[in-house]
């Protein structure tokens, strides 16, 4: 599946008493990420130097799998910032940047100072998308019914489960949407499901089934319609796009 094969490289090093522990410090500094909490993010770095040592006893000078692990951590940023909310083509830009200077880097000391550089500029993107955010004039029934549908984004979303997740009536909570959004629901679902897409396609080798699949699409054919009348690409013109 795709999301498991986001997490492929981290999955076959769990066993590992050194990982666990950066795996708990990661998990610390993903949620920091995601909420745009610069200042808790660095004060952690700068706490935590010896995380440096354990990092190169982990990859015991092994460059190609410390490079690995911290394009993983690239991935992830990038998924976080799309789930917040930041352009597709941002997010784009921020990844080839980092890719490049992974690329380019032939030290242990370097990729962890690039991953500080990457979990910082990350996190003061999206606390600048989120502070812009605020600003709009959704209610906050909107705003958590968009936030209800990132978070379920690999699920069967549909009006009335969210509605349901609300306590709101469907013609309700339908109609707020649109008053608010000038978009119906559904298409909002729609709208985030095919930009969920796109990042797929971008960053990971899923198959065009596997993607429909895994945002429950009713086939690989509606998948396709569906992307090409929000983009104008189908999905294998985009990916290949991408990929040049």
């Known amino acids: 599946m795709v999301k498991e094969n986001l997490r492929s490289i981290e999955n076959a090093y769990k066993n590992s008493s050194k990982y666990s522990l950066m795996y708990r410090d990661k998990a610390y500094i993903n949620d920091c990420i995601r909420s745009g909490d610069v200042e808790a993010i660095i004060r952690f770095l700068d706490s935590t ?12 000078g092994d460059i190609s799998y410390a490079q690995d692990m911290i394009i993983s951590h690239l991935t992830y940023l990038a998924e976080y910032a799309l789930e917040a909310g930041l352009d597709t083509a941002e997010v784009e830009k921020l990844n080839h940047f980092f890719r490049r200077q992974i690329h380019k880097s032939y030290s242990v000391s370097e990729l962890v100072n690039i991953s500080r550089d990457m979990s910082i500029t990350y996190a003061s993107r999206i606390r600048h998308y989120l502070s812009i955010e605020k600003k709009q004039s959704y209610s906050n029934l909107v705003l958590r019914c968009l936030k209800y549908i990132s978070d379920h984004i690999f699920e069967n979303l549909s009006v009335e489960a969210i509605a349901d997740a609300h306590n709101i009536s469907t013609s309700h909570l339908q109609r707020r949407i649109k008053e608010e959004t000038g978009n119906t629901l559904k298409e909002l679902i729609l709208q985030k499901k095919i930009k969920q897409a796109k990042y797929l396609l971008s960053y990971t080798d899923g198959t065009l089934a596997e993607i429909a699949h895994s945002l429950h699409f009713s086939s690989q054919s509606h998948f396709t319609a569906c992307f090409k009348r929000i983009t104008g690409l189908t999905p294998l013109v985009f990916r290949n796009k991408r990929v040049r």
């Open 49 to 60: 130097e010896n995380k440096k040592r354990d990092f190169e006893e982990l990859v015991q």
